[in-house]
């Protein structure tokens, strides 16, 4: 399986880096091709351009994200890792749906009804977050998920999608967050099937 990882986290030493290590050894025994997109390492520009000379409808053809869009067409699977941010995702990541996930690529309209054109991938999200998974599920009705889930992935075609959050960072011990690689590992090592 060719999988591609985009990854969020400006901190190397931060927990998402240690899942993204864990997602990485678990690939590698498994014996799957992947590349890791480092929106950071990369210094990836978040911000959309358009205006009178740069139109939405040629972002498709951008050779800025030339790249990017090739990644994503060549994968079988994509794997997000990042942490979660006024119950969004960082301000990167977003740029890269706002600038990758673009009309003509990702999806387009059939009159009024849009259509997603990644179609036969699928999905996995890795994130962090600051707050209990209670609070997360029944005061925030998991809204950091759905827009993911639904609104980014589902709208683009790729509807093969599935979650591991980890919740409660904040003041998680060490014990705790071993688990959680632990549990990385073996999802991905075990868990990642041709589709």
């Known amino acids: 399986m060719n999988v591609l990882i985009v990854y969020a986290h400006p901190n190397p030493k931060s927990l998402n880096a240690a899942i993204l290590k864990e997602v990485e050894r ?34 498709k053809n951008d050779p800025e994200t030339a790249r990017y869009r090739e990644l994503v067409r060549q994968a079988d699977h994509l794997i997000f890792i990042y942490p979660v941010w006024w119950y969004g995702v960082p301000a990167i990541l977003k740029g890269f749906f706002d600038r990758v996930f673009v009309s003509g690529f990702a999806y387009h309209y059939e009159g009024m009804v849009p259509k997603g054109l990644l179609n036969g991938k699928s999905a996995w999200v890795f994130y962090t977050i600051d707050s209990p998974g209670w609070y997360v599920r029944l005061v925030r009705r998991s809204v950091e998920w759905r827009v993911m889930r639904d609104a980014i992935l589902a709208f683009c075609g790729i509807r093969k999608v599935k979650r591991f959050m980890f919740a409660g960072v904040k003041g998680s011990s060490q014990k705790r967050r071993q688990k959680w690689l632990a549990s990385v590992y073996h999802q991905v090592r075990f868990g990642l099937r041709e589709s």
Do not use: C, K, W
């Not at 950071?40 to 139109?55: A, G, H, K």
């Open 26 to 59: 678990g690939l590698q025994e498994a014996g799957h091709l992947y590349t890791v997109i480092d929106l950071y390492q990369d210094n990836f520009q978040p911000v959309l351009v358009y205006n009178d000379s740069i139109r939405r409808s040629d972002l």
